[in-house]
């Protein structure tokens, strides 16, 4: 069992950046794959980068050179750096991690965050 919180979200304009951190408590942090997604009004939700337990990265295509993910087992954390944020990028975003290894299909994740919300402004 792990439990996981994020912060960091807020309201920014276009153009700027935004650091989210997600925390885990619960169980050994190190174990766990961890993902970022995120969700839009209306929308599914989407898969934007993961890091596996041993810290090797993969983003969706769309988010690479833009967002980036690390993880710090020590501190139990796991941050989404964002720059360059569009409109577009409006959405909850949600850290979640599971047990198996090297996926960004939402339904492998066991454990989810509240979610943060992030408002781009134009």
């Known amino acids: 069992q792990v439990q996981l919180v994020e912060s960091g979200g807020g309201l920014v304009q276009a153009g700027g950046s935004l650091r989210l951190s997600c925390t885990a408590s619960?169980?050994?942090?190190?174990?766990?794959?961890v993902a970022w997604f995120r969700q839009a009004a209306g929308k599914e939700r989407e898969f934007v980068t993961r890091s596996r337990s041993d810290g090797i990265t993969y983003s969706a295509d769309s988010f690479r050179g833009r967002f980036a993910i690390s993880r710090d087992n020590a501190k139990n954390t796991v941050v989404l750096q964002m720059n360059s944020l569009k409109p577009d990028d409006t959405a909850v975003y949600y850290c979640?991690?599971?047990?198996?290894?090297?996926?960004?299909?939402?339904?492998?994740?066991?454990?989810w965050g509240q979610g943060t919300q992030v408002t781009v402004a134009s």
């Open positions: 619960g169980r050994t942090f190190s174990v766990y794959d």
């Open positions: 979640a991690a599971t047990q198996d290894w090297g996926t960004q299909n939402p339904r492998d994740y066991r454990y």
